[in-house]
């Protein structure tokens, strides 16, 4: 999770928020087994800054891969050092990418158009993401993955007066499960508090929010994620829904951790998955993107060096493997 300028920024007024809100789980997985996660070693950096002046010079970081029409697509966010954007990379394996150019940027003047969430919905690709000075989640659609066009508005705005969501909406991640769709993701109150909530949708564009949101609540004094947790990446496995988040601790080093929930909506934390043991990551292990298949989950993730809260971490993307063992 980065908390960028636009999660820090604190508005002369507050905006109302105009989301519906709602009772809701998500749908009942079946009867649940027991099990732990076994991580292969990280790969070296998959996707690498670009040249001096490219728009993904400085930053290269939240990866969303999905595979769809025979190949993966990542739309991943890169700065330049002044504004963030959304391009995509192209690869049959999942390992070897080839990027195809930036393909979402801000509004002229626009600080970010990236932090996003990919998936295929009704035969095309939709792009949930962060935008805006004050966060809010709009989408852009595509009918092959490298030409996008975008929505006039945001689809996912901001909480009411005093909501846990009030100062942004960030980090979206959209899974979809028996024909609706379920996002995941970062809320900011006006204390600057950055926890997880939930929102649902048929068609992407009409949400509304969980009514007990947050989804999850900061850690204690010491914990890897006192400081603020975003980033939530869901997938289903053994009768369960799991969470990769992305945790900051009081010294700004970021380390994805791990949560469990048999509804989707009632989580428990499980402890620190995975932190940064080489040097190009040894600050800064964020922004998990997964594909589960059965009992083995890939997971690209981003990565720095620099212990900071937004950008400049000199950021890169790279994979490791989860795989499901039954609980001793």
């Given at each position: 999770?980065?908390?960028?300028?636009?999660l820090?920024?604190?508005?002369?007024?507050?905006?109302?928020?105009?989301?519906?809100?709602a009772?809701f789980?998500?749908?009942?997985?079946?009867?649940a087994?027991?099990?732990?996660w076994?991580?292969?070693s990280s790969?070296?950096p998959l996707?690498?800054r670009?040249?001096?002046?490219?728009w993904?010079?400085v930053d290269?970081?939240?990866?969303?891969?999905v595979?769809?029409s025979?190949?993966?697509?990542?739309l991943?966010?890169?700065?330049?050092?002044?504004?963030?954007?959304?391009g995509?990379?192209?690869?049959a394996d999942?390992?070897?990418?080839?990027?195809?150019g930036?393909?979402?940027?801000?509004?002229?003047?626009g600080?970010?158009?990236?932090?996003?969430?990919?998936?295929?919905?009704?035969?095309?690709?939709f792009?949930w993401y962060?935008?805006?000075?004050?966060?809010?989640?709009?989408?852009?659609?595509s009918?092959?993955g490298?030409?996008?066009?975008?929505?006039?508005?945001?689809v996912?705005?901001?909480?009411p007066?005093?909501?846990?969501?009030e100062?942004?909406v960030?980090?979206?991640?959209?899974?979809?499960?028996?024909g609706?769709?379920?996002?995941?993701?970062?809320?900011?109150?006006?204390?600057?508090?950055?926890?997880l909530?939930?929102?649902?949708?048929?068609?992407?564009?009409a949400w509304?929010?969980?009514?007990?949101?947050?989804?999850?609540?900061l850690?204690?004094p010491?914990?890897?994620?006192?400081?603020?947790?975003?980033?939530?990446?869901v997938w289903?496995?053994?009768?369960?829904?799991?969470?990769?988040?992305?945790?900051?601790?009081?010294?700004?080093?970021?380390?994805i951790?791990?949560?469990?929930?048999?509804?989707?909506?009632?989580?428990?934390k499980?402890?620190?998955?995975?932190?940064?043991?080489?040097?190009?990551n040894?600050?800064?292990v964020?922004?998990?993107?997964?594909?589960?298949?059965?009992?083995?989950?890939r997971?690209?993730?981003g990565?720095?060096?620099?212990?900071?809260p937004?950008?400049?971490?000199?950021g890169?993307?790279?994979?490791f493997?989860?795989?499901?063992e039954?609980?001793?």
């Open positions: 999770m980065r908390q960028s300028p636009a820090v920024v604190i508005a002369l007024a507050a905006l109302s928020g105009c989301g519906r809100y009772d789980a998500l749908p009942t997985l079946g009867p087994r027991a099990l732990t076994k991580m292969s790969t070296p996707l690498t670009g040249a001096p002046g490219a993904d010079a290269v970081l939240n990866p969303s891969v595979f769809w025979g190949r993966h697509f990542n991943y966010s890169g700065f330049d050092g002044r504004s963030w954007r959304t995509v990379a192209t690869s999942g390992v070897a990418w080839e990027k195809r930036m393909v979402v940027e801000p509004e002229a003047g600080y970010i158009a990236a932090n996003g969430s990919a998936l295929a919905f009704h035969g095309r690709l792009y962060q935008s805006g000075r004050l966060p809010e989640i709009e989408l852009a659609e009918a092959d490298l030409m996008w066009t975008k929505r006039d508005r945001p996912l705005p901001t909480g007066r005093g909501s846990f969501d100062r942004g960030a980090d979206p991640n959209v899974v979809s499960l028996g609706v769709l379920y996002m995941f993701y970062l809320g900011q109150d006006r204390a600057r508090r950055q926890r909530g939930l929102a649902r949708s048929e068609d992407g564009v509304e929010k969980l009514r007990r949101n947050p989804l999850l609540e850690g204690g010491g914990e890897f994620d006192e400081r603020g947790l975003g980033e939530p990446a289903t496995t053994a009768g369960w829904y799991w969470m990769l988040y992305t945790g900051r601790d009081v010294h700004e080093v970021r380390r951790g791990l949560a469990r929930s048999p509804d989707g909506v009632h989580w428990t499980l402890g620190v998955i995975f932190e940064g043991h080489d040097g190009w040894s600050k800064v964020c922004d998990p993107s997964v594909i589960a298949r059965g009992g083995e989950v997971v690209w993730y990565g720095g060096d620099v212990a900071r937004d950008e400049r971490i000199e890169q993307i790279a994979m493997t989860l795989t499901a039954p609980a001793q």
